[in-house]
């Protein structure tokens, strides 16, 4: 047990910890702090967990197999989680997310399976900006979460296609209004603001997930389906060399 190793593992332990913020009112109750502020703030402290952990494991040469197990185990439930808690919350579709955490669980057994084979497939550069994404994602649609519990009143992104429509939402024109006019701007308005580029980044996250999980099918089809088996003559040739 090394420092990076405790980072990610307790990544793993603030998952029920986060859950709990997003789906109760304990913060309320308890603490005195919204909603919003305690659970983004346990998300971005998790978050730079996993940048840490990396980051320091390679600066100490501490890089072990139990870390590369567990990273991204603790990567994908912090994710899913907190995914799967918006979706509770009406502050994402569940469209969305059961395409990002079905993907999650799809590239993390195909990366299994071609690590059982001796191949390696490390992250794309695809893999690594959606992982960020997700992290902008959920951390702006976990701001926008409303005083009363839920997503913001947002009267037409029940529509199918939301993210295109933002022209035609009401509620946005005024927040918009109210933030490059002299009117004041509410926090109810930057919530609304957040809500959108939330629901707009999220559609980034679905795209980058698709395209990234398409890249890691590709590579573990070339390095390990293609892969030429080795020859059953070579073993007998190798013998036969040593024999007298």
Same mark, same amino acid.
């Given at each position: 047990?090394? *420092?990076?190793?405790? &980072?990610? *593992? /307790? !990544?793993?332990?603030?998952v029920p910890l986060l859950v709990v913020v997003l789906l109760t009112p304990v913060s309320e109750n308890w603490l005195g702090v919204p909603q919003y502020i305690?659970?983004?703030?346990?998300?971005?402290?998790?978050?730079?967990?996993?940048?840490?952990?990396?980051?320091?494991?390679?600066?100490?040469?501490?890089?072990?197999?139990? @870390?590369? *197990?567990?990273?991204?185990?603790?990567?994908?439930? *912090?994710?899913?989680?907190?995914?799967? /808690?918006?979706?509770?919350?009406? &502050?994402?579709?569940?469209?969305?997310?059961?395409?990002?955490?079905?993907?999650?669980?799809?590239?993390? @057994?195909? !990366? /299994? +399976? #071609?690590?059982?084979?001796?191949?390696? +497939?490390?992250?794309?550069?695809?893999?690594?900006?959606?992982?960020?994404?997700?992290?902008?994602? $959920?951390?702006? &649609?976990?701001?926008? +979460?409303?005083?009363?519990?839920? /997503?913001?009143?947002?009267?037409?992104?029940?529509?199918?296609?939301?993210?295109?429509?933002?022209?035609?939402?009401?509620?946005? !024109?005024?927040?918009? #209004?109210?933030? +490059? @006019?002299?009117?004041?701007?509410?926090?109810?308005?930057?919530?609304?603001?957040?809500?959108?580029?939330?629901?707009?980044? &999220?559609?980034?996250?679905?795209i980058s997930s698709v395209f990234s999980m398409y890249g890691y099918f590709r590579a573990f089809f070339t390095s390990v389906i293609r892969r030429e088996p080795?020859?059953?003559?070579?073993?007998?040739?190798? $013998?036969?060399?040593h024999e007298p």
């Open positions: 047990m090394n *420092l990076p190793n405790a &980072l990610t *593992l /307790s !990544r793993i332990f603030i305690l659970g983004v703030t346990i998300f971005v402290a998790a978050a730079l967990t996993d940048y840490f952990d990396g980051k320091i494991a390679r600066r100490r040469h501490q890089v072990s197999k139990l @870390g590369k *197990l567990l990273d991204p185990i603790a990567d994908k439930l *912090l994710i899913s989680a907190a995914l799967i /808690s918006l979706v509770e919350n009406h &502050l994402a579709p569940a469209w969305a997310v059961v395409i990002i955490v079905g993907r999650e669980f799809a590239v993390t @057994g195909l !990366r /299994s +399976i #071609a690590a059982t084979e001796g191949v390696i +497939i490390s992250a794309s550069r695809m893999g690594k900006f959606k992982m960020v994404a997700q992290v902008v994602t $959920v951390g702006l &649609l976990i701001l926008s +979460i409303s005083p009363a519990g839920g /997503s913001p009143h947002v009267s037409n992104f029940g529509r199918p296609f939301p993210a295109i429509q933002f022209w035609t939402v009401p509620e946005l !024109r005024v927040a918009w #209004a109210h933030l +490059i @006019g002299p009117d004041l701007t509410t926090w109810s308005d930057w919530q609304i603001l957040l809500y959108t580029a939330g629901r707009a980044m &999220l559609w980034v996250v679905v080795p020859s059953a003559k070579a073993p007998a040739a190798a $013998v036969q060399d």
